[in-house]
């Protein structure tokens, strides 16, 4: 079994979470599986956009991502461009990622161009350059993540989540436990190893 890790590009506190993942998987020798989704498609059924017309919210936002990505030993470059206007192709490049084998590679690049260098996910030049530094073919790539085969995959694992009952992103999920937030990973950790939050 192993952690289900759930989350859109397009979350800005998933940043956070893909940045350092890679090295608690490492570390802890725990497997997640990284399930991309459209949680902008959950939040707009449920009314619940969190930042939208709330300045002084956004900008709390803004300095706690910069605050935690600082504890974590990493730069956050915010503002960044949000919210993204390519959300869709760029959680469809995920989803066909997911499948491909290189999944990890993309979001994490996508992530540190968006949040590192001001370039917003899923649009030039983000795109294009974090295909290229991963060795994928951007053509190919977007051929496939515009296909019928890649929507309806992705369509259905945001209903898996709906199903599993997540209202927002990044979250984790053991066996029928959620756990909702960046700062909720170790807690994920805690369960799957105990079965408790210790």
Same mark, same amino acid.
């Given at each position: 079994?192993?952690?289900? =890790? %759930? &989350?859109?590009?397009?979350?800005?506190?998933?940043?956070?979470?893909?940045?350092?993942?890679?090295?608690?998987?490492?570390?802890?020798? *725990?497997?997640?599986? %990284?399930?991309?989704?459209?949680?902008?498609?959950?939040? @707009?059924?449920?009314?619940?956009?969190? =930042?939208?017309?709330?300045?002084?919210?956004?900008?709390?936002?803004?300095?706690?991502? /910069?605050?935690?990505?600082?504890?974590?030993? &990493?730069? +956050?470059?915010?503002?960044?461009?949000?919210?993204? /206007? #390519? &959300? $869709?192709?760029?959680?469809?490049?995920?989803?066909? +990622?997911?499948? #491909?084998? %290189?999944?990890?590679?993309?979001?994490?690049?996508?992530?540190?161009?968006?949040? #590192? $260098?001001?370039?917003?996910?899923?649009?030039?030049?983000? @795109?294009?350059?974090?295909?290229?530094? *991963?060795?994928? $073919?951007?053509?190919?790539?977007?051929?496939?993540?515009?296909?019928?085969? *890649? /929507? +309806?995959?992705? @369509?259905?694992?945001?209903?898996? +989540?709906?199903?599993?009952?997540? =209202?927002?992103?990044?979250?984790?999920?053991?066996?029928?436990?959620? &756990? %909702?937030?960046? $700062?909720?990973?170790?807690?994920?950790?805690?369960?799957?190893?105990?079965?408790?939050?210790?």
């Amino acid at each position: 079994m192993s952690i289900q =890790f %759930w &989350f859109s590009i397009g979350s800005t506190y998933t940043y956070l979470t893909v940045t350092r993942l890679p090295e608690i998987e490492k570390t802890t020798g *725990i497997a997640f599986e %990284w399930n991309p989704i459209s949680i902008r498609a959950i939040m @707009l059924e449920q009314n619940n956009i969190p =930042f939208r017309d709330k300045p002084e919210k956004s900008e709390h936002m803004w300095r706690d991502i /910069e605050r935690r990505a600082q504890k974590y030993g &990493f730069d +956050a470059n915010v503002p960044a461009p949000y919210p993204l /206007e #390519q &959300f $869709d192709l760029a959680n469809r490049v995920a989803v066909y +990622a997911k499948g #491909q084998g %290189w999944l990890r590679d993309y979001v994490t690049v996508t992530y540190r161009r968006w949040f #590192q $260098d001001g370039d917003a996910a899923g649009s030039e030049p983000n @795109l294009s350059e974090t295909l290229r530094e *991963i060795g994928q $073919d951007h053509e190919q790539v977007v051929t496939m993540a515009n296909s019928p085969e *890649i /929507e +309806a995959t992705y @369509l259905e694992m945001t209903d898996r +989540a709906r199903s599993r009952n997540i =209202f927002g992103v990044p979250s984790f999920t053991v066996g029928e436990e959620l &756990f %909702w937030g960046d $700062d909720r990973v170790e807690d994920a950790i805690s369960w799957y190893r105990d079965g408790r939050v210790v």
